[in-house]
C-alpha cells in the first residue's frame, strides 16, 4: 500500500504552507557550497507541488526568501536571485502543463528588475490555469505585510473612506498580500528548526503546525503524504471540545 493510499481524499487540507528550510546544512554535509543546497532545493519544490496537487491540495504557497534573508552574504542572495530567474524559465512550460497558477506574495519591487520582470511574466502565463495555486512569498515577512496593511488603512481612513468602527477582520484580510487564498490548514517546516521565522502570522491563526527533521532537498512526496496523514489525525477544536467537534 502507498502512502498516498493513507490519505483521506475528502479531508485533504485545501492550502499547505511550507518554510522550506536546510538547504545550507544540506549542502555543507556533502562539503559543498550552500549554493549548492539551494539548486537541490529546487527539485524538492517540484516533487512537492507534483505531490500536493496529486492529492488534491488547492493552494501550495512556498516561503523561498525572507526579508531577513537579505542580510545573508551578497553572494549567496545574488545566487539565490539567479537560481529564482532560471527555476521559473525552465519550469515555465511544466507549470502550465500541470495546471499550475503561479502567484506571489512580498515585497516584490525590492526584488532585482530581472526577476520581477521573470516573475510578473510566469504569473501572466499560467494565470489561466486553475488545477493549483503556488504562491511563492519572496522578500516577504509577516510583520512587513502587517505594516502594509495598517498603512492602507490608516490612508483609508483618512480619506474618509473608510469608517474606522467598520473595521472587521475581514477587512484587514483585503489588504494583506493573501487576499484571495483561503488560510492555510496546515503548515510544515523542514529541517527541525520549530519556528515561524515571520511568516504569514495573521494566516494561520488556526493552522496545524507540522515539523520535521528531513533538509528540504531531501524532501520527497511520501514527506508531504506524511505531514498530511499527521494532519488528518489530528482533531481541531477551534476551541470547543472533542464531544462537539468529533460526536462520538
Ligand atoms: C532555506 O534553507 C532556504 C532559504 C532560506 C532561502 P537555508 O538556506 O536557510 O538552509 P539552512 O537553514 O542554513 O540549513
Ligand atoms: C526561513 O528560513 C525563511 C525561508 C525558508 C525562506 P531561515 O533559515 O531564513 O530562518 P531562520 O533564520 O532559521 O529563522
Ligand atoms: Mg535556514
Not at 488545477?131 to 483609508?156: D, F, K
Amino acid at each position: 500500500m502507498e502512502l498516498s493510499d493513507k490519505i483521506d481524499r475528502a479531508r485533504v487540507p485545501r492550502h499547505i504552507a511550507v518554510i522550506m528550510d536546510g538547504n545550507g546544512r544540506w549542502a555543507q554535509r556533502q562539503g559543498e557550497m550552500r549554493v549548492v543546497g539551494h539548486s537541490h532545493g529546487v527539485s524538492a519544490v517540484r516533487e512537492t507541488l507534483m505531490a500536493a496537487s496529486e492529492v488534491g491540495v488547492r493552494y501550495l504557497t512556498l516561503y523561498a526568501f525572507s526579508t531577513e534573508n537579505w542580510n545573508r552574504p551578497q553572494a549567496e542572495v545574488n545566487a539565490l536571485m539567479d537560481l529564482l530567474v532560471r527555476t521559473l524559465m525552465s519550469e515555465l512550460d511544466s507549470l502550465n502543463e500541470n495546471g499550475v497558477r503561479l502567484n506571489a506574495i512580498g515585497d516584490l519591487d525590492s526584488l532585482p528588475g530581472d526577476c520581477r520582470e521573470t516573475l510578473q511574466q510566469a504569473i501572466d502565463r499560467t494565470s489561466m490555469n486553475d488545477r493549483i495555486t503556488l504562491t511563492l512569498a519572496l522578500s516577504y515577512s509577516a510583520r512587513w505585510e502587517m505594516v502594509r496593511m495598517v498603512r492602507r488603512l490608516a490612508e483609508l481612513v483618512r480619506t474618509g473612506d473608510i469608517d474606522p468602527a467598520d473595521i472587521e477582520e475581514t477587512t484587514l484580510e483585503e489588504h494583506l498580500c493573501t487576499i484571495g487564498l483561503p488560510d492555510p490548514e496546515l503548515l510544515v517546516r523542514t529541517s527541525g528548526e520549530q519556528r515561524i521565522s515571520n511568516f504569514l502570522l495573521w494566516q494561520i491563526a488556526y493552522a496545524e503546525l507540522y515539523f520535521t527533521d528531513v533538509l528540504w532537498p531531501d524532501f520527497k512526496k511520501d514527506d508531504l503524504f506524511a505531514a498530511i496523514i499527521a494532519y488528518q489525525n489530528r482533531e481541531r477544536r477551534f476551541g470547543k471540545i472533542s464531544e462537539q467537534v468529533s460526536p462520538q
